[in-house]
């Protein structure tokens, strides 16, 4: 079973709302800090946005910020993503990521262990 598995991309017009969510297999869930990232074609993958092992606290990237929210239920071992206002340029495939709540940096990919196999997200003008 996959570490992690996204679901709920898809392609909608620009304004609407999406909801991805990320199911995890981790255990125990709890002890991992969770992110979400994207990566567009051509370009490098980008933090979106992260949540602590306990829900406590949450960051954004600044051209999400106001637009998404994430959030996680260690009861369910979930992590889901709230999408609204897309724009074309959040067009990209979405990631969920699990990462040791350690000092770090939260938007380095490399400092995550576990991927999911991403899931599609198209805005259309």
């Known amino acids: 079973q996959a570490p992690l598995v996204e679901s709920g991309g898809g392609m909608v017009q620009a304004g609407a709302s999406l909801r991805l969510s990320c199911e995890a297999s981790?255990?125990?869930?709890?002890?991992?800090?969770m992110g979400w990232f994207r990566q567009a074609p051509g370009k490098e993958r980008e933090f979106v946005a992260g949540i602590s092992w306990n829900g406590a606290l949450t960051y954004y990237a600044d051209s999400v910020k106001g637009r998404f929210a994430i959030s996680r239920d260690n009861a369910k071992n979930t992590v889901t993503l709230q999408m609204n206002n897309l724009k074309e340029e959040d067009t990209a495939v979405y990631y969920c990521a699990a990462r040791r709540p350690v000092e770090g940096d939260r938007a380095n990919p490399e400092e995550y262990r576990y991927w999911g196999q991403g899931t599609q997200v198209t805005v259309a003008s």
């Open positions: 981790i255990s125990p869930f709890r002890s991992w800090a």
